[in-house]
């Protein structure tokens, strides 16, 4: 009985200390997991972009075109041009994150700066070139409809005949393509011919569905 019981309670001694081993191990393994959570997270806000519409004493800015044309603006206004055959729109933002931001795409819109929710990818149209805003500085978006015959190209110009607001969603991401976000810009009329910019809201992007956008897109081009 004596032997039984030695080599019952040696057992019993092994299981109780592996027992405690594997609890330690997972505890471990939580707290590390939660710890490079909390790093990447820190990692992500070190790199997040964040778009605002510009200052009223911000400088004068000239945005080029692909076709030679040229719009300027300064501080807090936009600019907006109507040819038979172009619509030049381009106005200054600033962008009020820790990360560079890359302008990807945009896309005119019908929507109110209220709580319609932002337009769908399948809508923006990608731009000639990525726009880079450094972190706490001064840039600006710019894009053109180029065919008159798209019902945007009419709804814009109308906008623009009729003195309306013109409301602009931006595409845009960090500077490794993640963090992918949509802001939403609205250019308001002011006094005879100026377009005053104004941002109202921000909505995050599933990484995924921007990447399959991308993909489309420079597929279609």
Known sequence: MSV????TIASLTTAAGTLVLA???????????????????????GLRPVLMHARLDDPKQKV???????????GASGAV???EDVIYLAAPIRNVGTGIAVLQGWTSSERTMGTQDH??????TMLTRDIYIPAGDLG?????????KLPEFQRVASAVAERRPIVIDILYADLHGSQQTITRLSLTPTGEDQWMGSVGR???????????WLRRR????
């Open 119 to 124: 337009a769908e990818l399948e809508e923006f």
């Open 81 to 83: 041009e109507v040819t």
């Open 64 to 74: 080029g075109f692909a076709d030679q044309h040229w719009l300027r603006f300064e």
């Open 4 to 7: 039984m019981n030695a080599e």
């Open 140 to 148: 600006f978006w710019q894009g053109a409809i180029r065919d008159p």
């Open 218 to 221: 420079h597929e279609a081009s």
């Open 23 to 45: 609890v330690a191990t997972y505890s471990s393994t939580r707290s590390a997991n939660r710890a490079s959570r909390v790093a990447e997270q820190a990692l992500l806000v």
């Open 202 to 212: 921000h909505w995050q992007v599933e990484a995924a569905a921007t990447t399959r």
